[in-house]
């Protein structure tokens, strides 16, 4: 049968849609593609976006300070001119759980990024020159993490004293054995890869087949441990803050709210209420960020 230009004819989008023909994408279109169907993964990020828009912009659009007292106001209910009531020093608590986020979305932050970086690094390094320098880096990570890392914290806390920047570095140092481990992993599975023994016939050294090459790859299990690592961390920052080793007052993170709070819960529960709320909510969202870029990313799910 002879062929001519005629013997074709371009598919109509009506007819591609039929035949259920989707326009190329890359796996990171692709992901975000899959999660915006994930409702509650968009809610999420939704209500992230909102709460770090509040935390940043709330406090500028206001005229009191977290440290402002009025004691003829002390212990007031929610009302119009102090939207979630005052504490027992007449403090605007709507004001202080603003300047709350901003401490505690800071730590999480904070704490994701040392995360990131010294667990990215190290299991990077553990798992692509396997062999000795594995065993043995991953012998340090085995035992460290078979202690809690909670206790970790406490311990750090107890030695550096309270205060925002040891409140840094003791997550840092304590939360990156699950990014190490995770990152390991997945680089024992994609050195392999033909994509890898190409890049070394080509000339490639070892750190830029890592860097350049393993670690790019690896980035969805990474980015997800982070998601889930920053409401880990700012639930572990309110912990401290509330036995007292996290923040030192008159700053206001949501676990030193909340320890105020709890003193005078039987007289007024709303101390304790909201930033309680805030907590939950941050932590609500980040989870269902977390698990809807799990579903996302992983490329097992790909349709």
């Known amino acids: 049968m002879h062929l001519t230009s005629h013997s074709f004819e371009p598919i109509l989008k009506k007819d591609a849609a039929a035949n259920h023909i989707r326009p190329s994408m890359t796996y990171w279109q692709d992901a975000w593609r899959r999660l915006k169907k994930n409702k509650l993964a968009m809610i999420g990020l939704y209500i ?10 709330g406090p500028w659009l206001s005229t009191l300070s977290y440290s402002d007292q009025d004691l003829t106001a002390t212990n007031q209910s929610p009302s119009a001119e102090h939207w979630f009531g005052t504490d027992n020093l007449g403090r605007d608590l709507f004001i202080r759980v603003l300047y709350g986020a901003r401490i505690s979305l800071s ?8 995360n990131l970086t010294i667990g990215v690094i190290y299991g990077g390094i553990a798992g692509f020159f396997g062999g000795r320098t594995d065993k043995v880096m991953m012998n340090v990570v085995d035992i460290l993490y078979g202690i809690p890392v909670l206790l970790y914290v406490i311990l750090l806390m107890v030695v550096l004293e309270p205060g925002l920047i040891n409140i840094f570095i003791a997550l840092g140092i304590a939360y990156w054995l699950r990014m190490a481990r995770i990152v390991r992993g997945q680089i024992l599975g994609l050195k392999e890869q033909d ?6 016939t080509l000339g490639a050294g070892s750190w830029r087949i890592l860097f350049r090459h393993l670690i790019p790859n690896s980035m ?18 309110a912990f401290l803050s509330f036995i007292g080793l996290g923040v030192a007052a008159p700053m206001a993170s949501w676990g030193v709210l909340a320890s105020e709070g709890i003193t ?20 609500l969202a980040f989870n269902f960020l977390g698990d809807g ?11």
């Open 107 to 114: 730590i999480g932050i904070v704490a994701s990024i040392l």
């Open 48 to 57: 992230i976006l909102l709460i770090l828009l509040i935390a940043l912009a």
């Open 220 to 237: 969805g299990p990474i980015i997800i441990t982070m998601t889930l690592a920053i409401p880990e961390a700012i639930f572990t920052e």
């Open 195 to 200: 994509y890898v023994l190409a890049a070394r």
């Open 264 to 283: 005078s819960l039987r007289s007024y529960p709303f101390q304790l209420f909201f930033p309680a709320m805030a907590i939950s909510i941050t932590m």
């Open 293 to 303: 870029l799990r579903d996302a990313l992983d490329p097992r799910v790909r349709r």
